[in-house]
Nanobody, 124 residues
Framework: QVQLVESGGGLVQAGGSLRLPCAAS????????MGWFRQAPGKEREFVARISRSGSATYYADSVKGRFTISRDNAANTVTLQMNSVKPEDTAVYYC?????????????????WGQGTRVTVSS
């Protein structure tokens, strides 16, 4: 049974930093691409970042480019989203997801497995 478990969410002031780890189990981690998505209240879930199987390629939404960094540790079966210079508009529930395909996707429908999410609130 595949499990993705996010942690690290909480309350942070604007301009601060937060680190979101996601631990994966029940799958061959090095054979899936990983992504982070977020969903703000009243809005649709949106793409944040993606990292390739080896970690050699990363992709970001324009809204977080230069502030957020996605990384992975295949030995530890974890993917991490480092959030710097956060803004109130980054407030959302953040989800990690696994994609069995190699082709780069930013659509939620392309991802096969999802975590339960972790809530991030950025105060102004």
């Amino acid at each position: 049974q595949v499990q993705l478990v996010e942690s690290g969410g909480g309350l942070v002031q604007a301009g601060g930093s937060l680190r979101l780890p996601c631990a994966a189990s029940g799958l061959t981690f090095s054979r899936v691409s990983m992504g982070w998505f977020r969903q703000a209240p009243g809005k649709e879930r949106e793409f944040v970042a993606r990292i390739s199987r080896s970690g050699s390629a990363t992709y970001y939404a324009d809204s977080v480019k230069g502030r957020f960094t996605i990384s992975r540790d295949n030995a530890a079966n974890t993917v991490t989203l480092q959030m710097n210079s956060v803004k109130p508009e980054d407030t959302a529930v953040y989800y990690c997801a696994a994609d069995k395909e190699i082709v780069v996707h930013s659509s939620t429908s392309a991802y096969d497995y999802w975590g339960q999410g972790t809530r991030v609130t950025v105060s102004s």
